[in-house]
């Protein structure tokens, strides 16, 4: 099993900045691709970005593309994603997942095996 805790969401005026963390515990040898994801109230959770290392690669949804960045560090099983220039529309609860095989499909909630609580980023306008 793999335990994945978020932490750093908040309210940030549009235009800020926040970086969020997911640190992650138990059989973590095991993962290949972890994910951020998020939900906005009434809607459906989304593909955020997403970071596999075997090999190195990263992805991110169009609407994120030059403004988030997803990294990890390996040595403390954290996985960070910054956010900058954060727009209205970035507001929603933001959630950590991960898998153990690099399925093709890195944009479906579905081929996750873990999941965090979630934390929630707000931006006002």
């Known amino acids: 099993q793999v335990q994945l805790v978020e932490s750093g969401g908040g309210l940030v005026q549009a235009g800020g900045a926040l970086i969020l963390s997911c640190a992650a515990s138990g059989r973590t040898a095991s993962l290949a691709r972890m994910g951020w994801f998020r939900q906005a109230p009434g809607k459906e959770r989304e593909f955020v970005a997403a970071?596999?290392?075997?090999?190195?690669?990263?992805y991110y949804a169009d609407s994120v593309k030059g403004r988030f960045t997803i990294s990890r560090d390996n040595a403390n099983n954290t996985m960070y994603l910054q956010m900058n220039s954060l727009k209205p529309e970035d507001t929603a609860g933001y959630y950590c997942?991960?898998?153990?095989?690099?399925?093709?499909?890195?944009?479906?909630?579905?081929?996750?095996?873990?999941w965090g609580q979630g934390t929630q980023v707000t931006v006002s306008s």
């Open positions: 997942a991960a898998c153990i095989f690099p399925y093709s499909e890195y944009r479906k909630a579905a081929f996750y095996d873990y």
């Open positions: 970071i596999s290392w075997s090999p190195p690669s990263t």
